[in-house]
């Protein structure tokens, strides 16, 4: 079971965040001050599995919460979620020990990629390999192999290839790939999203091996064709 405590005073935001984190099958707890934050933490002891928090907290400045979770050696996984958007706040969050930072506003698919990333960082027994077939990415090194070569990949290129190594037979809208890859923010109708996967696939596809990325006309794109 994976616990996650979500420390926000805006009651709107907390729901938001227990309802679409409880959809994905995590237990969420929720606390609207870093005094509820830090009994919720005391109580959860060892079984909590990360904490989403926001820094404007109506008692203490939720950057000071983090610092005293750390100088109490608390090694929860903690994701700093604000609105604070200048680099030396992202600065003084990291190194207060906040394991990653993200900023209001984000797709909430992003926020998911980001909580799922911090829980594997935090337990090193889950695998850090994706694998399809004879495809495996290592969402740690970044490194992509098929039949025994590696494949080079930018920083988007692995966002497509885990997004669809994540759901290798689904169909993935252009839309939904905009949204979880690039910003929700992007102009819809701009193709690049055709663009990449081109790259993907031209990276992924050699000769002799099987064509992976499916063109399905008016629908967007699948890894495999569904066996
Ligand atoms: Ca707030």
Redesign the pocket.
């Known amino acids: 079971m994976t616990s996650i405590l979500v420390v ?3 009651h709107r935001i907390a729901a938001f965040f227990a309802k679409g984190l409880a959809a994905e099958g995590y237990t969420v707890t929720t606390a609207g001050d870093a005094g509820a934050a830090l009994d919720a933490l005391a109580g959860a002891g060892d079984g909590l599995s990360l904490v989403l928090l ?4 109506p008692d203490v400045d939720g950057m000071a919460l983090l610092r005293e979770l750390r100088a109490a050696n608390a090694r929860v996984p903690v994701l700093i979620v604000t609105a604070r958007q200048s680099t030396s706040d992202k600065v003084a969050g990291l190194d207060a020990g906040a394991t990653d930072y993200i900023t209001k506003p984000f797709a909430f698919d992003e926020l998911l990629a980001r909580i799922r990333a911090a829980l594997r960082a935090a337990d090193p027994e889950t695998s850090n390999v994706l694998s399809v077939e004879d495809l495996t990415f290592d969402l740690v090194s970044k490194t992509a192999r098929r039949g025994g070569h590696s494949i080079e990949l930018t920083p988007r290129e692995w966002a497509l290839l885990e997004m669809f190594m994540r759901n290798p037979t689904q169909i993935l809208s252009r839309v939904q790939i905009l949204n979880r890859v690039w910003d929700y923010g992007f102009d819809p109708g701009s193709n690049i999203v055709d663009v990449y996967v081109g790259y993907l696939r031209r990276k992924l596809n050699r000769p002799g091996l099987t064509p992976m990325i499916q063109t399905v006309r008016g629908a967007g794109y699948r890894l495999v064709p569904r066996a």
């Open positions: 926000e005073d805006d926001d820094l404007g907290l």
